[in-house]
């Protein structure tokens, strides 16, 4: 199991508890969770956006939901678009391919996350490989949320 440099920092600087699981390699969220044997809905992934002045934010919400670029726009005032997979590879360099770890703050860029994350009790998120998750209760997972409202996102795609 691992977890990369960046993300265990982050949560140590932050005084969060966590636990490390290993499943079997996996090549997405929701393959993840089903050999994880966790209930996808308490998968999160960051979807990354970019606006038209190269502005990126995170978006964070269950890997069984799709961000609504029409409701995240509107709420935001802002015209954000999904990144390209080259440009994400480079921001998360230290991370293997789509192991994103959705925690905006250790990669210092703007985060907005969905409101049905906090209906979870447990949370999991990529460690930075397609073999590692980090849980966090939910309240672990609200304090590294500080600071930003949850909003209604996402919808969901399958159960």
Partial sequence: ????????????????????????????????????????????????????????????LP?????????????LNRQFHLMKEAEIFELFADCDHG??????????????????LMQQPYLYLEAGDHKSLIKLTRDEFGQLMHGVEPLHISHRVFH
């Avoid at 192991?99 to 049905?116: F, G, I, Q, T």
Wanted: glycine residues 2%; hydrophobic residues 45%; neutral net charge.
């Fill in 63 to 75: 890997a069984t939901h799709k961000v609504s670029l029409i409701s995240l726009n509107e709420k």
């Fill in 99 to 116: 192991a994103v770890p959705p925690l905006a703050e250790a990669y210092h860029m703007e985060k907005v996350y969905d409101v049905c």
């Fill in 1 to 60: 199991m691992s977890i990369v440099n960046k993300v265990s920092a982050y949560l140590d600087k932050n005084h969060i508890h966590y636990q490390l699981l290993e499943h079997a390699p996996s090549h997405n969220s929701v393959s993840s969770a089903i050999t994880a044997k966790i209930p996808v809905a308490q998968l999160v992934k960051g979807v990354m956006l970019e606006d038209h002045d190269g502005k990126k934010l995170m978006a964070i």
